[in-house]
């Protein structure tokens, strides 16, 4: 997971872009060379595979599509923990009332599928952050390894309370959380945004993160054929634009 510029104006530029994709508001900034060789996979798993349409059913608030992706994630082998955890994370992208709507449905879910006589793995819980640790200087760490590099620009320094929020609580928080790897949390959060109309952009970025985490252009056009598959077929669409749009401007 671990992943410049010379003239002042180049380094503000470039922050400024690396701004933006924290909040998800703007263009990637270009992938760290090694980010090439972090994952030799070719194709997603089944369980990574079930977090997509589950996401991108929540992002949407359909509770109908949502009951089924939880079904076929946890039949794919999605640990009740793992399912959980995506569903809390993307309220940070989605807002708080669909995630807190999709967890209803997923102990929905999870009790009909116990009556049925299913037994779904319960999975781990997250490691607790030791007692006294920085959060803030944990969650710069973690935001800096996604991003390629250091988060500054005039957006946080307008809106300081942003950065505190995003380095503190979302990539120190959440992030820092060990129950679901970042190639998983960012395969969720790209769904949820395949998702939604008018935030391509924000799509675009997280593509570019995505590939910082470790995912191979190859794997992120399986997302797209995840959701063609699941119904989706504008937020296959999206997610295809935004992956050819980041690797044509990744090879300017």
Known sequence: ???????RRVRCSACAALATVALGLGAPIALAAESATMSSEQA???????IVPIAAAMALGDM??????????????????????????LYAYVGFPRSLNALGELMKV???????GTRDPVGREATAIPAGS????????????????????????FAPAIDDFLKRHLF????????LDWKSRELATVGALAAMSGVESQLQSHVGISMNA???????????????????????????AALEQHLARSTR
């Open 1 to 7: 997971m671990t992943n410049a510029t010379s003239a």
């Open 44 to 50: 997603l798993s089944r369980q990574q595979k079930g």
């Open 64 to 89: 109908s599509q949502l009951d089924e992706a939880l079904n076929r994630g946890l039949d794919a082998g999605l640990t009740v923990s793992e399912v959980r955890e995506i569903l809390v994370q």
């Open 110 to 116: 999870l009790d009909a599928r116990k009556q049925r």
């Open 134 to 157: 920085d959060v803030l200087a944990l969650g710069t760490a973690n935001q800096t390894k996604l991003l390629g590099g250091p988060v500054k620009g005039l957006l946080f320094e």
């Open 172 to 179: 120190g928080d959440i992030f820092a959380r060990d129950n």
């Open 214 to 240: 470790g995912m191979t252009p190859a794997q992120l056009r399986d997302v797209a054929q995840v959701l063609a598959q699941a119904g989706q077929g504008d937020a296959a669409g999206r997610t295809r």
